[in-house]
């Protein structure tokens, strides 16, 4: 079981940037087609982009052109840069397996989007 750990999350202006990381345990976080989710308040969990272990990279909509997905297998760790942020971003993001993530999940890093 991969052990996963978010930080970076803030409040920030609409229009700002934030750089969450996730940093994950055990030798396999090289291997593992990785994403990052968010949950804001009342909604369900979204996977808002995903990156394979060889670094190709898919976003949804919402996020497409403002946030970029990265990860550093020699570091076990991911990435995502989110610029232009918008009051809607504000959420718990989370990492984990992308599509069919572990059953335990971090505590999340709070992004809130706000003037």
């Known amino acids: 079981q991969v052990q996963l750990v978010e930080s970076g999350g803030g409040l920030v202006q609409p229009g700002g940037s934030l750089r969450l990381s996730c940093a994950a345990s055990g030798s396999i976080f090289s291997y593992i087609y990785m994403g990052w989710y968010r949950q804001a308040p009342g909604k369900e969990r979204e996977l808002v982009a995903r990156i394979t272990s060889g670094g190709t990279a898919t976003y949804a909509d919402s996020v497409k052109g403002r946030f970029t997905i990265s990860r550093d297998n020699a570091k076990n760790t991911m990435y995502l840069q989110m610029n232009s942020l918008k009051p809607e971003d504000t959420a718990v993001y989370y990492c984990?397996?992308?599509?069919?993530?572990?059953?335990?999940w971090g505590q999340g890093t709070q992004v809130t989007v706000s003037s």
């Open positions: 984990n397996r992308a599509l069919a993530p572990f059953p335990s």
